[in-house]
């Protein structure tokens, strides 16, 4: 794999000190108080991801593995030849290798992450096991704004490859505004490779957000490590607990960090007071039926071309083309 000059400005989800001040003040003035997910992954925060992942309760990578086990041929041939694939938040690009095991003549293969160690990893991992496929490796956050590389030739299309869960972590409008910053980036002739967890038991999905060896709960409370260290607030971390539920009927996981007892927290020059069992509002996980995501597609003027399930029916993988591709496509072959 040839790699070009990869863009390691620095983090460019962290704000300046005064500004994430600020975002944290906020959220902490706010009625519940809420802060937003992505505070949890600094450099710790992104380890302990990766442990949840190998957790026997987290269904999610598992599942989706075995779907791209069983279908990533399938879905190489619907994107076809000539792909320029752009992956959001690349991760350890572990379902990646099993999609370009099968693309045909990829044009390039573009990384975007906010954490620089782990694109580290991702493009030294790719580069022996795919030496003809160029990586343009993108330092940054996929939710704002991007400038894709120049591809080394012409693609047939754009490809954006979001897999594991990610698009549950966003409200409705957000997911909605999400996805058509992606069309906008797919181009029109493009696509959206996208990965949705499924509506399930209750019982099943608590369980991946709680697990016995309580590294979901690290991992949560390791937002409060990170402020005390960039922002100077003064958490005592061993004085929170973590929460996940169920919320069945917004279809989602909601996550918070719980006050166990009555305190106080400066901030800057703010002074947060807590009650006991007071909870700050951390992460949603939303879930989907198939019309669920169909219905989120539309609103962002796409529509679903394809979707495959893993094995077990947990876990969704849809392909999202721009609304009224496949019309046009059937009039053009009429």
């Known amino acids: 794999m040839s790699m070009q000059a990869c863009d390691l400005r620095g983090d460019e989800r962290r704000p300046p000190t005064d500004e994430l001040i600020e975002i944290v003040q906020r959220g902490l003035r706010a009625k519940p108080k809420q802060l937003p997910s992505w505070l949890f992954y600094d450099e710790r925060g992104s380890q302990l991801f990766e442990a949840i992942c190998e957790q026997p309760e987290y269904y999610l990578t598992r599942c989706e593995i075995a779907l791209m086990s069983a279908h990533a041929a399938d879905i190489a041939n619907v994107l076809g030849e000539d792909v320029r694939l752009v992956e959001y938040g690349s991760g ?11 693309l045909r003549t990829p044009v390039a293969y573009v990384p975007v992450e906010i954490s620089a160690e782990p694109l580290r990893r991702c493009v030294e991992g790719l580069t022996e096991s795919f030496p003809a496929v160029p990586v343009q490796p993108l330092h940054g956050d996929f939710t704002r704004a991007l400038r894709l590389p120049i591809p080394p030739r012409a693609p047939r299309r754009t490809v954006l490859y ?41 019982a099943t999905i608590e369980a991946a957000y709680n697990d016995r060896a309580g590294v979901t ?5 390791n937002m409060l490590v990170r402020l005390n260290r960039e922002v100077g607030s003064d958490f005592e971390v061993s004085a929170y607990r973590h929460r996940a539920h169920y919320n069945a009927m917004a279809g989602r996981i909601e996550t918070f960090i719980v006050s166990t007892r009555e305190q106080k927290v400066r901030v800057g020059r703010q002074q947060v007071n807590f009650k006991q069992d007071e909870a700050i509002q951390v992460e949603y996980s939303c879930k989907y039926s198939p019309a669920d ?19 077990l029916g947990m876990f969704g993988v849809h392909y999202l083309v721009r609304a009224g591709t496949r019309t046009r496509e059937a009039v053009g072959q009429g």
């Open 217 to 221: 709960a690290e991992f949560t409370l």
């Open 92 to 102: 350890n690009a572990v379902k990646t290798r099993m999609l370009l095991e099968h």
């Open 162 to 202: 979001f897999p594991g869960s990610t698009i549950g972590n966003f409200e409705a409008r957000e997911a909605a505004d999400l996805l058509r910053k992606m069309r906008g980036e797919m181009g029109d002739g493009g696509g959206i490779l996208i990965g949705a967890d499924l509506k399930k038991d209750t």
């Open 293 to 311: 995501f169909a219905h989120l597609a539309d609103k962002a003027g796409l529509e679903v071309a394809q979707t495959w399930n893993d094995p």
